[in-house]
């Protein structure tokens, strides 16, 4: 290997006459390339994550061959690798524990390897965030295909069974309201295909940012899974990385403030994930950028809410695209939009949607609602900070839901003891309780996993109670919905103010303020003693984690992954180990 080799990298490896080049073609023609497909340019990474441990993302095995297929028609060279693949329910402790572990495992393979850019096949919740970070970080051309989403379900007389009717029928079968039949009927019944979630969830979510930022072809966020719509989305995918090499599109450039605003109101206006907020900083940090708590919440406050889909609406997400979806919704913000943003097309969304006939809103398409009569006048996620969250929080307002709350706080350290306590039915606890989660956040929990929207005790499900103010250091799913106040920052295991709260003290909750205080005197509570912290691991990433994970309100990244500003680099004698 020569230090050409090193220094340059790149799919111009594979065109070089020399000793690096011969060596690169041999190596494929032994895999079966022709000579002809080993001097194709440009070489076209293909980063995939379909894996049998990631059911959401299984569907990608097929999609890669059309990705490829696409390539091949422009002329490029594409070659299919693995990265790691998060799934949402079978990854322990969380799959957000190793977002950044996969995000350092896309960077470094797609700098180590020789190609020319790459397409990310992602899909369930933090595969896509992982991907755009590690992309960003490593600077060749990306584009995005998200897995799309699985098929609608039918299960005892609800013929279109989605995700989020899971977890009302998981609270039935907690309390013993739901028998072994219909239990067993739900397991065959969730999931009737590969795909992501069925509703506008994390996954769905972040394929939309995804889109919006200019990494996914306009209009390729919700065909579904298995559909033929998604199979050409796939193939465009491909014919269009090859045009985006052409153009020397590195992605830093397509993250600006201005096309991070074009994605927080798209999501707004779908109602999108909670999630959406840590993901969006940290796609944002490593193009050197920080949105921040204020202009978030300005975004939100400012942004209709035009999807009527589940979790939080009526309608499906076919209905939404049957409706115009993501680049419908974009022209129904009207200048909330930077027309000048660019798509991953090569062209700015302003030339998208001139080019694109508008849908027409109305009773044939009622799960997109227009400005004038919109699902909410303004964005369901409040920033919010106060005493208790002094680095802020989030909560994504639900139906009903008082704008004002002051009560009394039950207090739960960890998991253990939430399991342990939730349903004894001497808990002092009423409907207008606030239930508090502590010790899982990023440091506590390890990687927050997705539990802040902890479940109503027992006593009070079975008097009908199915929604109570709840507060947290955790996330929640983006299938979920309730009044929850999550991501509070800093967590509790790295001394933020939730270690110190107590059982029997009061909370008051300001949604429309954007505020969550305690109400117990400064003073007093500065002298108590916090909840303790987790050990320090011993070894490994998880050590690495909770040394250098950051807080929610900077995205939850490795300290040492943030772009830092040119020039600013440490030499190796200078940094930490
Ligand atoms: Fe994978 Fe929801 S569990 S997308």
Known sequence: MSQEHIDRGGGALFRGEGQDGLLHRAFLRGEGFSAEDVRRSPVIGIATTASELNPCNAGLASLAQEVKAGVRAAGGLPLEFPTISLSEPFSRPSSMYLRNLMSMDVEEMVRASPIDGVVLLGGCDKTIPAQLMGALSAGLPAMVLAAGPRPVSCVGDNREFTVDDVWPLCEQRRVGALDDGAWAELEGGVNVGVGTCNVMGTATTMAAVAEVLGFALPGSTLPAAASRSRRAVARGTGEAIVAAVGRGEAPGTRVTLESL??????????????????HLEAIAGRAGLRIGRDRLDEWSRTTPVLADVRPGGRYLLEHLEAAGGVVEVLRRLGDRIHAGAPAADGRTWGEVLAAT????????????????DPVAPRGALRLMS???????????????????????????DGLEDLHARIDDPDLEVEADTVLVLRGLGMVGAPGMPE?????????????????????SDARMSGTSTGSVVLHVSPESAVGGPLARLRTGDQVVIDAEAGTLDHCVPAAEFAAREPAPPPPLPARGFARLQARHALQPHEGCDLDFLVAVPEGTEQSAAEGDA
């Open 386 to 412: 106060g005493t208790l969250a002094p680095d802020g929080c989030v909560m994504k307002l639900a139906a009903g839901a008082p704008a004002r709350h002051r009560a009394r706080v039950v207090v739960f």
């Open 261 to 278: 605003e074009n994605a927080f109101r798209a999501i707004t206006a779908l109602g999108g994930s909670t999630n959406a907020v840590i």
């Open 451 to 471: 539990v802040g929207h902890l479940p109503i005790p027992a006593r009070l499900h079975r008097q009908g109670v199915r929604d109570m103010v709840r507060i």
């Open 357 to 372: 006939p508008p849908v027409l809103a109305g009773p044939d398409h009622p799960a997109l609602r227009t400005e004038q």
